[in-house]
């Protein structure tokens, strides 16, 4: 009986074991972040990386290439491979840089975080907005 319960208290701390292991993964494990913040959450990284997808009209495959071309829904995120991923790192820094010199700053919020200017601002679901 002692056995049994033993066993049972033993599985029980295992599984526990398990579940904090797998949670504590996902901290800083985006890689290739060079203007979002590194300890970002996936749900603030997928909601931002809609936002942009939508106020360009485009999908994930805009910016980001394949692992491999055989399986074009294979998308390596940390590649730089694309032309796009850095044009399109150029226009995180020009809102970033508008937001913050430009308009009120709440310097508890994170600059990358800010809402007035945003892709959409000029794109308007037009991957090349046309020159005004």
């Known amino acids: 009986m002692h056995y049994k319960k033993l066993l049972v208290l033993l599985l029980i701390a295992f599984t526990v074991g398990v579940s904090i292991a797998a949670t504590s993964q996902g901290k800083g494990r985006h890689k290739n972040l060079q203007i979002l913040p590194k300890d970002i959450s996936d749900e603030k990284l997928d909601s931002i990386m809609h936002t942009y997808s939508k106020a360009l009209g485009v999908t994930c495959n805009f910016c980001h290439v394949p692992y491999d071309q055989k399986y074009p829904d294979s998308l390596d995120y940390a590649s730089d491979a694309s032309t796009m991923k850095a044009e399109a790192r150029k226009m995180m820094r020009l809102t970033i ?17 800010l809402r007035v200017v945003t892709c959409i601002t000029c794109h308007r679901g037009d991957p090349f907005p046309a020159d005004q």
């Open 97 to 113: 840089e508008l937001n913050k010199n430009y308009f009120y700053y709440d310097s508890l919020e994170r600059p990358e975080f």
